[in-house]
Nanobody, 129 residues
Framework: QLQLVESGGGLVQPGGSLRLSCTAS????????VGWFRQAPGKEREGVSC????????KYAVSVKGRFTISRDYAKNTVGLQMNSLKAEDTDVYYC??????????????????????WGQGTQVTVSS
């Protein structure tokens, strides 16, 4: 069964940091571009960051650029999202997804254009004092 699982979410104070991790089972994550997205209740899913299958290209939403860093760990078959200088407006459920087809060096943050599938179940990030 193809599955992605997000972990690392939690409650953090403004200015704090969290590291999210996306772990794959049932397939080799290192063959695919991977994206991180977030969604609040009643809002559309928003692209946060993505990285190509070989790690040579990454992209960030304007709202997180300079604060978030996406990376790949090929040995662990995971993709991480380091989130620093967190703000209250970063509070959301965060999802990861692989972008099909495989072996794409470039990725898109547009969830309607990228062939993102499957999706994880999401991990809650809450930034509050």
């Amino acid at each position: 069964q193809l599955q992605l699982v997000e972990s690392g979410g939690g409650l953090v104070q403004p200015g704090g940091s969290l590291r999210l991790s996306c772990t794959a089972s049932g397939f080799a994550l290192d063959s695919y571009a991977v994206g991180w997205f977030r969604q609040a209740p009643g809002k559309e899913r928003e692209g946060v960051s993505c990285i190509g299958y070989n790690g040579s290209h990454s992209k960030y939403a304007v709202s997180v650029k300079g604060r978030f860093t996406i990376s790949r760990d090929y040995a662990k078959n995971t993709v991480g999202l380091q989130m620093n200088s967190l703000k209250a407006e970063d509070t959301d459920v965060y999802y990861c997804a692989r972008e099909r087809p495989p072996y794409q060096s470039f990725c898109t943050l547009d969830v309607t254009r990228g062939g993102y599938d499957p999706w994880g179940q999401g991990t809650q990030v809450t930034v509050s004092s």
